[in-house]
Nanobody
Framework: QVQLVESGGGLVQPGGSLSLSCVAS????????MGWYRQAPGKEREFVAR???????TYTESVEGRFTISRDHALNTVNLRMDSLKPGDTAVYYC?????????WGQGTQVTVSA
């Protein structure tokens, strides 16, 4: 049973920055194309960013230019650097394989952008 663990969320003011990290039990993330997703209360979960095993990145239009997804091969993590945060970015952020999600969702990490 693979367990996904997200961390790094918190409360930040508009225009601020946060860095999220994703790790899986077994240290296997580097073998998969991975992505970040987010879900706001009462909303459906949406795709945010994807990085292939070689590090090629794809973003949803609403975050392109502000968010950066990356892979750390040594630490076996998938990271999401979020800059110029907006209130609309407020959500629980999850990681999983992408574009198809094959692992059980983790608990996510809460990102709240508010003045």
């Amino acid at each position: 049973q693979v367990q996904l663990v997200e961390s790094g969320g918190g409360l930040v003011q508009p225009g601020g920055s946060l860095s999220l990290s994703c790790v899986a039990s077994g240290g296997i993330l580097r073998e998969y194309n991975m992505g970040w997703y987010r879900q706001a209360p009462g909303k459906e979960r949406e795709f945010v960013a994807r990085a292939t095993t070689s590090g090629i990145a794809t973003y949803t239009e609403s975050v392109e230019g502000r968010f950066t997804i990356s892979r750390d091969h040594a630490l076996n993590t998938v990271n999401l650097r979020m800059d110029s945060l907006k209130p609309g970015d407020t959500a629980v952020y999850y990681c999983n394989t992408a574009p198809a999600t094959i692992f059980t969702w983790g608990q996510g990490t809460q990102v709240t952008v508010s003045a």
